[in-house]
């Protein structure tokens, strides 16, 4: 090696001691007393973040994919090394995931950037784990592999199939509404996950593995693969192989983050009718490589990208059948004259190319034609009016088509202690035609912008087999619910947006046809609120208090201000 040549392998990232080849003979001695040869330590370095957790059940799987992405390093002459970070699994931690998304992303990032590595293999899955890797390695801009859990496998119980958490939720509002009684529900509890992997549904991990797959992070049978299918597994051994391809063909994070890729990863969004969490995560990334990923650019593009995969909750089927169907080959085929096909993936390898070298197979009860789509717009539209200035999200291929224009009184909560106190009061005055808001919820809440939009059917209206209403926060809902429901209203009540200042009673507007949503509250008496409003106290130390001081809005990704490329 010439002295000019990048340095490689462990020789990278010094650490300092004032003397350089003290600093490599002393990191070499310590990684000799784990006993690697001499060999080995100087082969290049493939980091592999791995996330196991025993807080995550989706990511059971990590050890064994660690094993096989090590296995592919080696046999491809390099050397991996796994590190851990962060991990994250949504329903374990208080007071949601979100709210630590971001310090997962600063983990990585720093452990990229801090660590001697030529490339990476992100291994994640849970909803927030893949959004946090990329939004690191957008930002550490070193070559990255994602690798996700797959999600796991349906299985039949009294003749249907249940998978989470779709089915979660339809049999705790089944539950709810008196159809199904306690000792069924604590029956269904234990099989409503039966196998190692993520939501078998097309909720948010799902939706992340196929932006990460359209955006070339991974190959394309990456996104859905089923966690304890043998593919997987190979999937993972490509991994390791592909990681140490990237150190002498490099591609980098900067290169697949363009305008162009961003719109392909909306259209894929749109398509699959996806999670709304996606449209946070991914301005988040966007963000990341200094792409602006504004709430009308979504918009227009679902007036013209219909939704053909039909998988819960949109649809009917789940993650397994979209793998099986030809899944994302099959499905951006039939995007194809939608799609910026000059984009690349970590191989270098266009989109044009991708899609031609993926199997012709497509199974159309699972993956439709352009001229039969389950919808011919795309699943989410992007909403603005008096009550979100600054923009909302509405899922419209999972809610009520007969609500998509209401207007009607409202029924407010104040938080979500307030909502669990009131929501089954036999006193709390509702009518299936109200409409129900929860404020206090929005990434700058203590809440933290939890999966809390989808508000509960009130039980007496829910007994009276109410089965939507419209419901609007500035909270997000998770990716496998369904429902006529406004979600990320910003500015959030916490930062002083209208919604901080409506009370239960003011009259409320939804229109999908003028993608509005309005307060009907004359401007005197919003004046009057507005000036009795006080802001919450900033949080006392601690990664609360620096989410507090830099977390941006949804339409900006909720990400930290810091982690922007320009720190603002
Ligand atoms: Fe991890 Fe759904 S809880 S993917």
Known sequence: MTANAPKRGLANKSSNYGDREFALYLRRSFAASMGYSRTMLEKP????????????????????????????????????????????CEPSLNPCSMHY?????????????????????????????????????ASADIPAVMLVTGPMLAQRFEGERLAACTDCRRYWARYRAGDVSAEKIHQVEEKLATSAGTCGVMGTASTMACIAAVLGFMPLPGASAPAVHADRLR??????????????????????????SIENAMRVLLSIGGSTNAVVHLAAIAGRAGIDMELGWLDRLSEETPVLVDLKPTGDGYMEDFHAAGGMGALLRELRDLLHL?????????????????????????????????????????????????????????ATESLFEHEARCIVFDG?????????????????????????????????????????????????????MVRM?????????YGTVVLHIAPEAAA?????????????????????????????????????????????RGWDRLVHEQVTQAPQGADLRFLRPDGE
Request: proline share 8%.
């Open 235 to 260: 999937i993972a051994e490509e991994a390791g192989f592909l990681a140490v391809h990237l150190i002498e063909n490099p591609v980098k994070p900067s290169q697949l983050l363009t305008r162009n």
């Open 45 to 88: 370095v493939v980091g592999i973040a791995d996330t196991a957790s025993d807080y995550n059940n989706c990511h059971r799987t990590i050890p064994e994919l660690i094993e096989a992405v090590k296995r592919g390093v080696l046999a491809a002459g390099g050397l991996p090394l796994s590190f851990p970070t962060v991990s994250l």
């Open 342 to 398: 000059d984009c690349i993936d970590l191989y270098g390898k266009t989109l044009a190319e991708r899609i031609d070298a993926s199997p012709a197979f497509v199974d159309r009860g699972i993956i439709r034609a352009r001229n039969t789509p389950i919808s011919p717009v795309g699943g989410l539209v992007a909403l603005r009016g008096s009550l979100a200035p600054d923009g909302a999200i509405l899922k419209r291929s999972a």
């Open 473 to 481: 926060s500035d909270c997000r809902m998770s990716g496998t619910a």
């Open 496 to 540: 002083g947006g209208p919604l901080a200042l409506v009370q239960s009673g003011d009259r409320v507007r939804l229109s999908l046809k003028e993608r509005r949503v309005d307060l009907l509250v004359p401007e005197d008496e919003m004046a009057r609120r507005r000036a009795a409003w006080t802001p919450l106290p900033k949080p006392k």
């Open 416 to 468: 979500l202690e307030d909502l669990a106190n009131r929501i089954d009061s036999d006193d709390l005055d509702v009518t299936p035609t109200d409409i129900l808001i929860l404020k206090g919820a929005g990434p700058l809440s203590p809440a933290g912008m939890p999966e809390a939009g989808h508000l509960p059917i009130p039980k007496k209206l829910a007994r009276q087999g109410v089965k939507d």
């Open 101 to 137: 998304r971001n310090l997962m992303a600063l983990d990585t990032e720093a452990m990229l950037t801090a660590q001697p590595m030529d490339s990476v293999v992100l291994v994640g899955g849970c909803d927030k784990t893949v959004p946090a890797q990329l939004m690191a390695a």
